[in-house]
């Protein structure tokens, strides 16, 4: 066969029909493994931050000072604050020393529960818990109540924050 009938040979016979093919399904499968990995990844996610949260809480808590410790800080800037009162010139050693004895009283009655504010000294200084305060405050009357005194308001202070510090 030569070459012209060849090419009559192929363009006589029709093309063979052409067969479209369908693209292949996707298995249900795969939607739902996608579906429980975004979950799965969501949980993981939930928890870490809860867990980081909760040990973060609990950290913030440890540090946290006790009611002690808060009341401590508290009667210590009320001692402070009389202390730059005088500094300030705005009252005098004998209303600091005074301000001074009732701050020791308050500080005695809130921690203990017990109203020491119109005690004896001597009761102050019978009560174990409450000696260092009432030696405190028999040291504070004399320039409290003298009509002169030298000692300075400034030495109270300091005491006062010791007695406040040590206080268990």
Not at 25 to 32: C, D, G, K, L, T
Not at 60 to 80: I, M
Not at 100 to 119: E, K, N
Not at 132 to 158: M, N
Request: proline share 4%; glycine share 4%.
């Amino acid at each position: 066969m030569d070459r012209a009938d060849l090419v009559t040979v192929v363009l006589a016979d029709p093309a063979p029909e052409q067969q479209i093919i369908d693209p292949p399904q996707y298995s249900v499968a795969w939607v739902i493994l996608a579906v429980l990995c975004a979950l799965v990844i969501t949980a993981l996610i939930v928890a870490t931050l809860r867990i980081t949260r909760a040990i973060e809480k609990k950290v913030a808590y440890r540090g946290r000072p006790s009611d002690l410790e808060a009341l401590k800080a508290e009667f210590l800037r009320s001692v402070n604050d009389i202390a730059d009162r005088h500094e300030a010139g705005e009252i005098g050693s004998r209303d600091g020393h005074h301000e001074l004895t009732g701050v020791m009283r308050r500080f005695v009655r809130r921690t203990t529960g017990h109203d020491v504010t119109s005690q004896d000294l001597s009761t102050l200084l019978a009560d174990q818990r409450t000696r260092a305060v009432g030696e405190l405050i028999e040291d504070l009357y004399e320039p409290d109540f003298a009509l002169s005194s030298d000692r300075q308001l400034s030495d109270s202070v300091r005491r006062a924050r010791e007695v406040i510090r040590q206080w268990s």
